[in-house]
C-alpha cells in the first residue's frame, strides 16, 4: 500500500512541478518524509478514528499481541488470555477451563463438575466487551453515523457498527459506539444479541464505560456498568464488572498453552 502511494505521490508532484510558473526543487528527504507517515489509520472514517486515538491509537493496538484479564465471580476468578492475532483464547475457572485453538474449542471439566454454560456463545464474549473499541478495527466491518445518546442531560454522538455475511460467530449482531463529542473517548455500547436466533434482534443492551485504566500506552476498561434499558435507551445500572491483573504485550505466548488436553471435550 505504501509503494501505491509513494508511487502517487511522485505523479503529483510531478504534475505541480509542470503547472507551476516557477518549479521548486522537492528533495528526495522530503518525499520520503511524506510516505514514511503512518497512514493505517486512513481506511477508518473519522468518526471512529477520533475514538480509537482516544484510547491511544489502533496503530499501537495491532502491535500488541497477548492480552489477559480476570474477573472475579460468585463461584470464583476467571482468568482470559487471548492471543490477539490468532484470536486462540484460554478461560481458566475453579470449575472448568475453556480453550479455543483458533481451529477447535474444548471444554475440561475439574473434579466431576459438570459445565452447564454455553461455550460456542461464551467464547470470545468476555474479550470482545473488554476489547473496546479497538475490536472495531476488525476486517469486515461497516460504519455509519447513528442517531445520539443523550443521557442525563449529556448527548453522546453514535456509531452504528455492523459486519459482513459470515463474520464472526454472529454477523447479524449490531454495536453502537456512543462517545464524548469533545475527547472522543467511548462512553457507551449498545448490542444486540443474535446467537442462536433465525434473524437479527431489535432490542439493544447497554453497557457504560466509563472506568479506564492505561496500560502499556493503550486505554482500557478498568471496569464496566451493565444497565437497564427500555425502549433501547438505558435506564439504571444493573451490575459492574472489573477487570484485574490485566496484562498487555507485544509478546507472543506459546501457542501450545491453548492446545485441548487429552482430558478435554470438543464442542462441535
Same mark, same amino acid.
Given at each position: 500500500?505504501?509503494?501505491?502511494?509513494?508511487?502517487?505521490?511522485?505523479?503529483?508532484?510531478?504534475?505541480?512541478?509542470?503547472?507551476?510558473?516557477?518549479?521548486?526543487?522537492?528533495?528526495?528527504?522530503?518525499?520520503?518524509?511524506?510516505?514514511?507517515?503512518?497512514?493505517?489509520?486512513?481506511?477508518?472514517?473519522?468518526?471512529?478514528?477520533?475514538?480509537?486515538?482516544?484510547?491511544?491509537?489502533?496503530?499501537?493496538?495491532?502491535? !500488541?499481541?497477548?492480552?489477559?484479564?480476570?474477573?472475579?465471580?460468585?463461584?470464583?476468578?476467571?482468568?482470559?488470555?487471548?492471543?490477539?492475532?490468532?484470536?486462540?483464547?484460554?478461560?481458566? @475457572?475453579?470449575?472448568? %477451563?475453556?480453550?479455543?485453538?483458533?481451529? @477447535?474449542?474444548?471444554?475440561?471439566?475439574?473434579?466431576?463438575?459438570?459445565?452447564?454454560?454455553?461455550?460456542?456463545?461464551?467464547? &470470545?464474549?468476555?474479550?470482545?466487551?473488554?476489547? !473496546?473499541?479497538?475490536?472495531?478495527?476488525?476486517? &469486515?466491518?461497516?460504519?455509519?453515523?447513528?442517531?445520539?445518546?443523550?443521557?442525563?442531560?449529556?448527548?453522546?454522538?453514535?456509531?452504528?457498527?455492523?459486519?459482513?455475511?459470515?463474520? &464472526?460467530? %454472529?454477523?447479524?449482531?449490531?454495536?453502537?459506539?456512543?462517545?464524548?463529542?469533545?475527547?472522543?473517548?467511548?462512553?457507551?455500547?449498545?448490542?444486540?444479541?443474535?446467537?442462536?436466533?433465525?434473524? &437479527?434482534?431489535?432490542?439493544?443492551?447497554?453497557?457504560?464505560?466509563?472506568?479506564?485504566?492505561?496500560?502499556?500506552?493503550?486505554?482500557?476498561?478498568?471496569?464496566?456498568?451493565?444497565?437497564?434499558?427500555?425502549?433501547?435507551?438505558?435506564?439504571?445500572?444493573?451490575?459492574?464488572?472489573?477487570? @484485574?491483573?490485566?496484562?498487555?504485550?507485544?509478546?507472543?505466548?506459546?501457542? %501450545?498453552?491453548? %492446545?485441548?488436553?487429552?482430558?478435554?471435550?470438543?464442542?462441535?
Amino acid at each position: 500500500m505504501k509503494k501505491t502511494i509513494y508511487v502517487c505521490l511522485l505523479a503529483v508532484v510531478a504534475m505541480a512541478c509542470k503547472n507551476e510558473a516557477k518549479q521548486d526543487t522537492i528533495t528526495p528527504t522530503e518525499v520520503e518524509a511524506v510516505t514514511t507517515k503512518d497512514i493505517s489509520t486512513s481506511i477508518y472514517p473519522e468518526a471512529i478514528t477520533k475514538v480509537f486515538d482516544a484510547h491511544g491509537g489502533i496503530d499501537a493496538w495491532n502491535k !500488541m499481541h497477548t492480552l489477559s484479564f480476570t474477573i472475579t465471580k460468585p463461584t470464583g476468578k476467571e482468568k482470559t488470555t487471548k492471543d490477539l492475532k490468532t484470536r486462540a483464547e484460554l478461560i481458566e @475457572t475453579p470449575t472448568y %477451563s475453556q480453550g479455543f485453538d483458533g481451529e @477447535t474449542l474444548w471444554i475440561n471439566e475439574k473434579d466431576g463438575n459438570a459445565y452447564k454454560g454455553k461455550p460456542q456463545f461464551y467464547k &470470545g464474549l468476555m474479550f470482545y466487551f473488554y476489547g !473496546m473499541p479497538f475490536v472495531f478495527g476488525d476486517n &469486515g466491518i461497516s460504519y455509519e453515523e447513528t442517531e445520539s445518546l443523550v443521557f442525563e442531560g449529556k448527548t453522546y454522538p453514535g456509531i452504528l457498527i455492523s459486519y459482513e455475511a459470515g463474520v &464472526g460467530e %454472529s454477523s447479524d449482531d449490531q454495536y453502537k459506539i456512543f462517545y464524548d463529542a469533545e475527547t472522543g473517548q467511548m462512553e457507551w455500547l449498545a448490542y444486540t444479541v443474535t446467537f442462536g436466533k433465525p434473524e &437479527g434482534s431489535p432490542d439493544f443492551h447497554f453497557i457504560r464505560y466509563n472506568n479506564w485504566q492505561t496500560v502499556n500506552g493503550l486505554v482500557i476498561p478498568k471496569s464496566i456498568d451493565w444497565y437497564n434499558y427500555e425502549n433501547n435507551l438505558p435506564t439504571e445500572k444493573r451490575n459492574t464488572v472489573e477487570f @484485574t491483573d490485566v496484562v498487555l504485550s507485544e509478546e507472543a505466548l506459546d501457542m %501450545s498453552m491453548f %492446545s485441548r488436553p487429552e482430558s478435554a471435550k470438543v464442542i462441535d
